[in-house]
């Protein structure tokens, strides 16, 4: 279990490094009113995981280390938002689209009223 914190810890830190300065950098040289950074990270981090997921798959014997430090650690550090897809994609593949429907919807809409209700929430306190 330590070895297994360690590792997406590593890999978690290295990934919000990375998002860190992804969004530093398009920030920069992009000044507009569309949130491009965290567009950007977002679909970068769904090519990565999918990368990694892939070669593990082709390699066949892909130790569990490299999943906890790749697909949780650094994929879950630089955007969460690919594992949402890539569970998304898990739920399609099995032909359940009405959970994948309602995964998405949901998790966006009550995202989103959530974060006002935390807003709201922190005006009372």
């Not at 997406?8 to 990375?18: D, F, K, R």
């Not at 920069?28 to 491009?36: R, S, V």
């Not at 990270?41 to 082709?58: D, E, H, Q, T, Y």
């Not at 966006?108 to 009372?124: D, E, N, P, Q, T």
Request: charged share 10%; aromatic share 16%; net charge positive.
């Amino acid at each position: 279990m330590l070895k297994q914190l360690l590792l997406i810890g590593i890999g978690g830190g290295a990934g919000s490094v990375l998002r860190f300065l992804a969004s530093h950098l398009t920030r920069k040289y992009f000044t507009g009113n569309f949130p491009l950074a965290t567009f950007l990270v977002n679909l970068s981090g769904c090519l990565l995981i999918g990368l990694f997921i892939g070669w593990m798959i082709k390699s066949q014997n892909f130790s569990t280390d490299l999943k906890w430090l790749l697909i949780v650690g650094f994929c879950g550090g630089y955007t969460t938002f690919s594992a949402f897809a890539l569970e998304n994609f898990e739920l399609i593949q099995s032909e359940k689209y009405t959970m994948a429907i309602l995964y998405i919807f949901g998790s966006v809409l009550l995202g989103i009223v959530s974060v006002w209700l935390g807003i709201f929430l922190s005006k009372l306190i």
